[in-house]
């Protein structure tokens, strides 16, 4: 650090020089040294040892503390501010003419020059963006075809009235989905040497196994894995297994693929009508479905980080993960407690 300040009292910060300018005014005024004495051992001007002393007799030692200078006006304004807020939060670069979907600093640098003619480096952006409570995230995909207006009234009407219906029928309601799970899926994170990317070795291989599951509110659930594709056959088939020994009739929610709405499928339905009722969720809307958050579950907090290594090992390992779903309760209770999820989670309408 330089000891230019010991040579030229101008150079010291200011808060230090708080501290000085009171100790000064202190010895002139409090113990009766002479100003020219203390300017003469601290290295200071005479003149500024006065000019203190008379800020201290108008004011009082607050009068002495350092007044920093006023910094440039800020670039990006608060006018600017709101914008930029507002164009995050509701539009993407495509609007703008980027290729791209999602927001960088260097992008909304570029569009605040080209639209306030105001020229700022990306650091900058992103610290106004932290101040006003928005944080650099994975985003979630909504597809642009879902119909707001469905989901609507599928919340405010068409799941209350086939709530009704269940507790007349005294049937259970459940969210029924299916996932594809393959061995070479990988995600999360380890330790490593900055600047060096961590090796971790996988199998190349593929192999893919398909499941069916449904979940109800109350924590329970059931599941079916199959190697083969998921067809009309193998649904009715998971549908039977779930029916099985069933005291109570089943309100089955489901998503929009093929099988669910089969010619087979609806006749089998049709056919069993006084165990099973089937309804569709909002198309393009999983979030919807609790039953997508134990997927989730299952391939980001089990399988994605373990060493599978087989086909074999794949079937082991996510039936077992299952298994330990099945049997968590409360974790399975906790699908049904989301912002999108809560409107399933009461028993009653």
Request: with cysteine; aromatic share 10%.
């Amino acid at each position: 650090m330089s000891n230019d300040w010991l040579h030229d009292a101008r150079k010291i910060p200011g808060e230090p020089m708080s501290y000085i300018r009171k100790l000064v005014v202190q010895s002139v005024v409090e113990r009766n040294y002479s100003p020219d004495l203390v300017a003469s051992v601290l290295g200071l001007s005479r003149s500024s040892v006065y000019e203190w002393v008379k800020k201290y007799e108008k004011a009082g030692y607050d009068a002495l503390n350092t007044q920093d200078a006023p910094g440039a006006e800020p670039r990006i304004t608060a006018k600017i501010d709101t914008w930029l807020k507002s164009v995050v939060l509701s539009e993407n670069p495509t609007s703008y003419g980027y290729d791209t979907v999602l927001w960088t600093c260097q992008i909304l640098a570029e569009i605040i020059e080209k639209t306030f003619g105001v020229k700022v480096i990306p650091s900058t952006i992103s610290a106004h963006l932290r101040q006003m409570g928005l944080s650099y995230q994975e985003p979630c995909y909504r597809a642009k075809e879902r119909d707001p207006a469905e989901i609507e009234y599928f919340l405010n009407e068409k799941f209350p009235r086939i709530q009704r219906l269940a507790l007349k029928i005294g049937a259970d309601i459940a969210y029924e989905d299916e996932a594809g799970v393959d061995m070479s899926e990988r995600s999360g994170r380890t330790w490593g040497l900055i600047g060096r990317t961590p090796e971790v070795m996988v199998t190349g291989q593929r192999g893919k196994l398909n499941t069916l599951s449904l979940v109800t509110n109350d924590g329970q659930m059931e599941y079916e894995v199959t190697q083969g594709h998921i067809n009309s056959e193998v649904y009715i088939g998971f549908l039977e297994k779930v029916l099985s020994g069933r005291d109570h009739p089943l309100v089955l929610f489901v998503d929009r693929v093929a099988f669910h709405h089969s010619k087979e499928v609806r006749a089998y339905v049709r056919s069993n009508r006084a165990k099973i009722r089937v309804y569709f969720l909002p198309k393009y809307a999983p979030e919807y479905n609790p039953m997508e958050q134990g997927w989730e579950e299952i391939k980001d907090n089990h399988l994605r980080k373990q060493p599978i290594c087989t086909r074999e090992d794949l079937k082991k390992r996510l039936s077992s993960a299952l298994d330990s779903l099945k049997k968590d309760i409360k974790r399975i209770r906790s699908f049904f407690l989301l912002p999108h999820t809560i409107y399933a989670s009461s028993l009653s309408a």
